[in-house]
């Protein structure tokens, strides 16, 4: 891939442009680096990790996308032993109703977001650029960035939530085949409205700091000063699917409130300041047959994501290693 425009410090060759530095781009990205290709990732983000996100308001911190990971295929428990061996994660609790078999719920450290930054550490990553079509040309695509930047790759990874990876490749009028689009023109996902509330004293959430309310439009809330993650008394309220795609066109601010209202027993302290952040991709409501999809062999075009391997963390990261896996045998039979 040659660069067109003056962007400094990434390489000039690239093997593979990866749109997203969520988890998928990021662990695509790092295994893709290990085998010797050269990647970029470009995020519309001011910082990798996509729905791995923690945010300040002050003097307090919050987890506002993702509040754990789950580890169960062996190459992610792997991975999350190593993360845990060099304090990137730590264990945050385990379900009491689950019995003797029951599997750790880690928590990032001292964020969520953490977990992103490492996965970043050694990858080229191009941040707060949006890259607003991806076209095929004769060597390969070529992705036109808001800021009026070119790419040029042999092949391209898309892992942005399935509709807007679609948009992307609409805006370069890249074609896909029939089924493919109306398969992937189905998948739909949850929305979330989260309020990140300082308090001016602590929660009375009980130990370990979050909990899944039974009833009511709260799916989950945290208390991230419990949790670790924040020195001042600061909750993150999630609200249900339902209430939240009910809700996502009313004031923000409206919404946050009647939350919080609802949230006023586990709170224990007045509300000084807060937040509310809608999430329109939460999680997929329908996961994939397959870890990843290939969109063109020739030249190679893969989509990734969590709506691929899983709601989760932990399927974010599979399937991107599954995109990277396919990358990698369709340039070994490119190179014959
Ligand atoms: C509120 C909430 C709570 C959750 N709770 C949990 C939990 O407790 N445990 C768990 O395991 N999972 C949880 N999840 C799900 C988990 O966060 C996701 O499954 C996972 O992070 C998805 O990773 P991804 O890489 O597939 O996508 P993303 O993280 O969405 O990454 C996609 C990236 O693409 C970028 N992008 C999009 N469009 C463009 C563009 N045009 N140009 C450039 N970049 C672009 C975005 O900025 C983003 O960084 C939660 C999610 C939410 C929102």
Known sequence: MEQEGAVQDFPHKIDILIVGAGVAG??????????????LLVDKG?????????RRIGGATFDHGAQFLTARDPRFVASVDRWRTIGVVEEWFRSSDEG?????????????NEIARHLARDVP?????????????PDGWVAHLETGETFRAGAALLTPPVPQSLAILEAGGSALPPKEKARLDSVEYERCLAVLGVLDGPA???PPGGLAPAEGPIAWIADNQKKGV????????HATAAFSLEHWDRDRKDCGRELLRAAEVCLG???TEYQVH???????????????????????????????????????ALSGWAAADALKQMNRFANR
Do not use: N
Not at 103 to 109: A, N, S
Not at 125 to 137: G, H, I, T
Not at 230 to 237: D, F, Q
């Open 46 to 54: 001011r910082g990798p990790g996509g729905r791995l996100a923690s």
């Open 278 to 316: 809608g999430w329109r991709y939460s999680k997929p409501v329908r996961v994939e047959e397959s870890p990843c999809l290939i969109l063109s062999e020739s030249p190679p075009l893969v989509i990734a994501g969590d709506a691929f391997a899983g709601p989760r963390v932990e399927g974010a």
């Open 269 to 271: 302290s007045a509300v």
């Open 100 to 112: 003797p078999g029951s599997h750790p719920r880690w928590r990032g450290k001292p964020t969520m």
């Open 26 to 39: 990021l662990s695509a990205a790092s295994d893709l680096r290990q085998s010797g290709r050269t990647v």
């Open 125 to 137: 990553v191009l941040l707060a650029k949006r890259v607003v079509s991806l076209r095929r040309d």
């Open 230 to 237: 924040s020195a001042a008394p600061a909750v993150t309220i």
């Open 204 to 206: 009375r959430i009980p």
